[in-house]
């Protein structure tokens, strides 16, 4: 079991941790509009009519460039959240919270410099890691919001970051896990430069929900445990 040491049930969130989550925020604005910048870049060069499916693919040495940069936005994610907090609850949270925010900018930059996506029904090359994920654009919108709305309540929880058991962990990895699942189900359209099929919502709803939903069950969980435990009003009284 993961825990860290809990502020006050009774405290507001420290002026600190305040500042630390709307420069946060920050950060991953600044993602989202480096994001959207290199996407312009390349659209520019491959779909100068505009980005559509079947995918042009690019030469061997952009895509490498391309994974390379894939993964070093989440190696900057995984540093800023890893100096945001203190314990690993706080920095996941962080790290959740400022993916969920990169990526949903990402695709608001997009549409106030190209107008795309035209419809949330539009699809999209997600990922390149370690295959091509694919999905219509509400998809990785939807896991966007609930990671910033999951993050923000971890980070600014009156009572700290609640401890979360390895059952928990189990669930939610698995939730995410089938959320992946859905993004890859149609890798090969990628490579083999075809139009997408149906999206694989049989996965991506249970994933997602699962995910939001085990969350909610935690936290009234551990707050109905927290207010079952009686007041003890002279505890410490033997140091005064």
Same mark, same amino acid.
């Given at each position: 079991?993961?825990?860290?040491?809990?502020?006050?049930?009774?405290?507001?969130?420290?002026?600190?941790?305040?500042?630390?989550?709307?420069?946060?925020?920050?950060?991953?604005?600044?993602?989202?509009?480096?994001?959207?910048?290199?996407?312009?870049?390349?659209?520019?060069?491959?779909?100068?009519?505009?980005?559509?499916?079947?995918?042009?693919?690019?030469?061997?040495?952009?895509?490498?460039?391309?994974?390379?940069?894939?993964?070093?936005?989440?190696?900057?994610?995984?540093?800023?959240?890893?100096?945001?907090?203190?314990?690993?609850?706080?920095?996941?949270?962080?790290?959740?919270?400022?993916?969920?925010?990169?990526?949903?900018?990402?695709?608001?930059?997009?549409?106030?410099?190209?107008?795309?996506?035209?419809?949330?029904?539009?699809?999209?090359?997600?990922?390149?890691?370690?295959?091509?994920?694919?999905?219509?654009?509400?998809?990785?919108?939807?896991?966007?919001?609930?990671? +910033? $709305? /999951?993050?923000? %309540?971890?980070?600014? *929880?009156? #009572?700290?970051?609640? !401890?979360?058991?390895?059952?928990?962990? @189990?669930?939610?990895?698995?939730?995410?896990?089938?959320?992946?699942?859905?993004?890859?189900?149609?890798?090969?359209?990628?490579?083999?430069?075809?139009?997408?099929?149906?999206?694989?919502?049989?996965?991506?709803?249970?994933?997602?929900?699962?995910?939001?939903?085990?969350? +909610? $069950? /935690?936290?009234? %969980?551990?707050?109905? *445990?927290? #207010?079952?435990?009686? !007041?003890?009003?002279?505890?410490?009284? @033997?140091?005064?």
């Amino acid at each position: 079991m993961i825990s860290a040491e809990p502020r006050s049930a009774s405290a507001e969130p420290a002026p600190g941790l305040i500042s630390r989550y709307v420069w946060l925020w920050a950060f991953a604005l600044a993602m989202g509009w480096f994001e959207a910048a290199v996407v312009v870049y390349l659209r520019e060069l491959y779909y100068p009519d505009g980005f559509r499916f079947p995918i042009v693919l690019a030469t061997p040495r952009v895509a490498a460039v391309e994974i390379a940069r894939e993964a070093a936005s989440l190696l900057m994610i995984t540093v800023v959240a890893w100096l945001a907090g203190r314990r690993f609850p706080e920095r996941f949270g962080a790290f959740m919270l400022v993916f969920g925010v990169w990526d949903l900018f990402y695709y608001a930059f997009l549409w106030l410099i190209l107008g795309w996506p035209g419809s949330l029904a539009d699809w999209d090359v997600l990922f390149l890691i370690p295959l091509p994920w694919v999905a219509p654009v509400w998809a990785p919108m939807a896991v966007a919001l609930a990671l +910033v $709305a /999951t993050g923000s %309540r971890i980070l600014l *929880a009156r #009572e700290g970051p609640r !401890p979360l058991r390895v059952l928990d962990w @189990g669930i939610e990895i698995g939730a995410g896990l089938l959320i992946v699942a859905s993004f890859l189900a149609q890798w090969r359209v990628v490579l083999e430069q075809r139009m997408p099929g149906a999206f694989a919502s049989w996965l991506f709803w249970p994933g997602l929900l699962l995910g939001i939903g085990w969350f +909610v $069950a /935690t936290e009234a %969980r551990d707050r109905r *445990a927290g #207010e079952a435990v009686p !007041p003890t009003p002279l505890a410490g009284a @033997g140091r005064l």
